[in-house]
């Protein structure tokens, strides 16, 4: 079971933290993903990590503002989002994949969480 957490209403440029916390199973060894979805849109890839932690990586739209860690030791997944825009506003959902992979492509992941909103006023 995957949990996000931290999302909310915050103004352009703010910051804001989620968290997707794992249980019933340890996902130490799974890449994990952050996806996006917008009102009328397709969920869109947003970061992912490897399961050590080694790799990570972002999508470009958001590059250079928001970041992707983990801590296995407490199986929570990290997506730190900073100057936020208007345009960043959606549910945004974390994803587990059931081995290694921690690519860009929704179907590669087998656990999702059930999302959190984050709202971005101008």
């Known amino acids: 079971q995957l949990v996000e957490s931290g999302g909310g209403l915050v103004q352009a440029g703010g910051s804001l933290r989620l968290s997707c916390a794992a249980s019933g199973r340890t996902f130490s060894t799974s890449g994990m993903g952050w996806f996006r979805q917008a009102p009328g849109k397709e969920r869109a890839f947003v970061g992912a990590i490897r399961g050590s932690g080694s790799s990570t990586y972002v999508a470009d739209s958001v590059k250079g503002r928001f970041t992707v860690s983990r801590d296995n030791a407490k199986n929570t997944v990290y997506l730190q989002m900073t100057s936020l825009k208007p345009e960043d506003t959606a549910v945004y959902y974390c994803?587990?994949?059931?081995?290694?992979?921690?690519?860009?492509?929704?179907?590669?992941?087998?656990?999702w969480g059930q999302g959190t909103q984050v709202t971005v006023s101008s």
């Open positions: 994803a587990a994949s059931g081995g290694p992979y921690y690519g860009n492509s929704y179907a590669g992941y087998d656990y």
